[in-house]
């Protein structure tokens, strides 16, 4: 062999995600794992029934259409219609992925040239590096920073050059808790419509807004033949090893990203689409309460760690507080986070390896609430022991 390095150059760096190696830790310590966002309950228990009727039926076991089953499609479009008075054709304009992850990596892979320029808000989830490098583009971040990590749409006008081809739009976001007001999202596309740009919409906490409200961009005035809105189950549902997403856009966009989403998995999770077509049907009460729930949970954890010594950034929507540990440590996140399991049974994640820029996200670490009270409550009190007595 020769030695020329097996991952090729445009992967080089992106390494294990942050989650892989924080899940391991929490594992190996037997800690109490607020890292990775996954709940530590199932979502309804109608939903996981439907799963089950649908693999005793025999719906899904074999590979489903390739752009979703019809029941799902529909179901999609329908809550497309009751949320947010969107229309889409169930038969073009709505595609089902492996996750709100396929639907970005077939965006990205679908829309850009290699050398176009992507713009994201920074800290980024972990999978736009990636899908956008996969993609032989360039990411160009707009850098949110603390305490409320508002977008600076100055510095986004600045980034658009004639190479930016998407903006890759992440809201309610994660990991900073940030949703965009109305006036941010129609300055957003007013420049999308006057750079003549694509916008990919990552909505996978849509239902989780608890400050605000939730606001498509793809409902604004010029967005909607210029938009792929994806989204998926697993955060509303609390199901997210179903891995059922989804992308709703006018017929050519949805045409190029399908094309794309074939060659990756073609098709999955049979029988789960026909479940989460179900639970998409749930009454709004269901949406009320999981906000509800997650509302409280993020209250109490925000008391514990800012009880605990930590600046708390309390977010306005997802399931994740962004925390500043400078009152606590001089060390920087990362280094933090590697050694708190072995101190105190507590597993968090960097915000910084999520950063290009250098410095913005040194000392920010994020906790997710979406796991029960009493397990909130005693990471709660194992943090404050370790750091506030
Ligand atoms: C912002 C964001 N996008 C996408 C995903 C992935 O969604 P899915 O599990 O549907 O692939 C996540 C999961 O954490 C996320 O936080």
Known sequence: ?????????????????????????????????????????????????????????????????????????????????????????????????????????????????????????????DSYAACIAMAGATRVPLTLRAPDFRPDLDALRALITRRTRVLLLNSPHNPTGMVLTREEARAIAALAVEHDLLVVTDEVYEHLVFDGEHIPLISLPGMRDRTVSISSAGKTFSFTGWKVGWVTASAPLVAAVRTAKQFLTYVSSGPFQYAVAEALTLPDTYYTAFRDDLLTKRDLLATGLHD????????????????????????????????????????????????????????????????????????????????NG
């Open 1 to 125: 062999m020769d030695d020329r390095p097996l991952l090729n150059r445009r992967l080089q760096g992106l390494g294990t995600t942050i989650f892989a190696e924080m899940s391991a830790l929490a594992a190996a310590t037997g800690s109490i794992n607020l890292g990775q966002g996954f709940p530590d309950t199932d979502g309804p228990e109608a939903v996981r029934e439907a799963a089950v009727r649908a693999l005793r039926d025999g719906r899904g076991n074999q590979y489903p259409p390739g752009p979703g089953v019809p029941e799902l499609r529909t179901a999609i479009a329908d809550h497309q219609k009751r949320f947010y008075g969107l229309a889409f054709d169930p038969d073009t304009e709505v595609l089902v992925t492996a996750g709100a992850t396929e639907a970005i990596a077939a965006a990205m892979l679908a829309l850009l040239e290699p050398g176009d320029e992507v713009i994201a808000f920074e800290p980024f989830y």
């Open 308 to 387: 605990a010594g930590f600046t708390v950034h309390t977010p306005q929507g997802t399931y994740f507080i962004t925390t500043d540990i400078a009152p606590l440590t001089d060390s920087d996140a990362l280094t933090f986070c590697r050694t708190l399991p072995n101190r105190c049974g507590v597993v968090a994640v960097p915000n910084s390896v999520f950063y290009d820029h250098p410095t913005a996200g040194r000392t920010q670490v994020r906790f997710t609430f979406c796991k029960q009270q009493r397990i909130l409550t005693e990471a709660a009190d194992r943090l404050r022991k370790a750091f």
